[in-house]
Nanobody
Framework: VQLQASGGGLVQARGCLRL?????????????LGWFRQAPGKEREFVAS????????FYTNSVKGRFTISRDNARNPVYLQMDSLKPEDTAVYYC?????????????????WGQGTLVTVSS
């Protein structure tokens, strides 16, 4: 499945953005969808994920209470609502389709990745 992430942009601190991740050709497969981000000079890190079965959501501690991952009834697209943004949230954000049952916090568990969308938060 090919994924397309969109919705990034430049926003001031304490602002908000909503990212979208859509699957082209068919709906998402696998066990769920995850959002990761990569800041310049840093490794790609887990941000949030949602399981298709049951809809459970997970967040890294630094975004809990500020970010919300959600899906529509047909799974496509999946959204990442980002509120109260901070300069340290600046990164390229990627969505990915998880191909493994476990390991949702690590990139290796995801087989299909979108091209990324840049989020820049100014202070």
């Amino acid at each position: 499945v090919q994924l397309q992430a969109s919705g990034g942009g430049l926003v001031q601190a304490r602002g908000c953005l909503r990212l979208s991740c859509a699957a082209s050709g068919r709906t998402f497969s696998g066990y769920g969808l995850g959002w990761f981000r990569q800041a310049p000079g840093k490794e790609r890190e887990f941000v949030a994920s949602i399981n298709w079965s049951g809809g459970s959501t997970f967040y890294t501690n630094s975004v809990k209470g500020r970010f919300t991952i959600s899906r529509d009834n047909a799974r496509n697209p999946v959204y990442l609502q980002m509120d109260s943004l901070k300069p340290e949230d600046t990164a390229v954000y990627y969505c990915a389709d998880r191909s493994r049952v476990n390991g949702q916090f690590v990139p290796a568990s995801y087989a299909s990745w979108g091209q990324g969308t840049l989020v820049t938060v100014s202070s």
